[in-house]
């Protein structure tokens, strides 16, 4: 037994006082650093600095919309794709706010439940938030929400992006759909 216990201080020494480019400390910078970089995205976005915060999507990122009705996955791809669709949601909610209530890491995924808000006060012109904006003139109506994204990053750059979205308590809010409650 004093042999094994004697490799195990050691080892503990090792990776506790040891060169952080050991393989053991790894996993948990990568985690850190991939949590930062999400972290980051959504504080420019909550400053309404929407082209930084499009700044740190890789140049081939995919954004996978979930739909699955003709038996794949819709994916777009590329950083432009994405930047033009941020456009398009501070265009018709100039004061859009992601606030982090719950942050999951773990390598290279990074899952935030955030409380999605905004005002809308412009025309929508793509076919995002759930489609039902494209061409509505505003309401003045607020509304908040949650939202689930999960990020994959690889190399400081956002690789992926998975989205659950509630646009339909945001469209009731906004008053363009009936609300449930009566």
Not at 37 to 65: I, P, T
Not at 92 to 113: H, L, N, Q, Y
Not at 122 to 149: A, D, E, S, Y
Request: net charge positive; aromatic share 8%.
């Amino acid at each position: 037994m004093r042999p094994t216990w004697g490799l195990v201080a050691f080892t503990v020494v090792l990776t506790t006082v040891g060169d952080s480019s050991l393989d053991v400390a790894q996993p948990a910078g990568e985690t850190e650093r991939n949590r930062e970089v999400v972290r980051q995205h959504l504080e420019l976005l909550n400053r309404g600095d929407w082209k930084q915060a499009a700044a740190l999507f890789s140049s081939d990122v995919r954004h996978h919309l979930g739909n699955w009705q003709q038996g794949t996955e819709s994916i777009v791809r590329g950083r432009d794709t994405l930047t033009d669709n941020l456009k398009d949601i501070f265009r018709t909610f100039p004061d859009w706010k992601m606030e982090i209530v719950e942050m999951v890491a773990e390598g290279e995924s990074v899952v935030v439940r955030c409380k999605v808000s905004g005002t809308h006060q412009g025309v929508g012109v793509k076919r995002i938030n759930g489609g039902f904006l494209v061409g509505v003139q505003p309401t003045g109506k607020r509304f908040v929400v949650q939202h689930m994204h999960w990020y994959k990053v690889r190399e400081g750059k956002i690789i992926d992006h998975f989205a659950s979205r509630d646009d339909l308590g945001m469209t009731q809010q906004l008053g363009l759909l009936p609300s449930g409650n009566r």
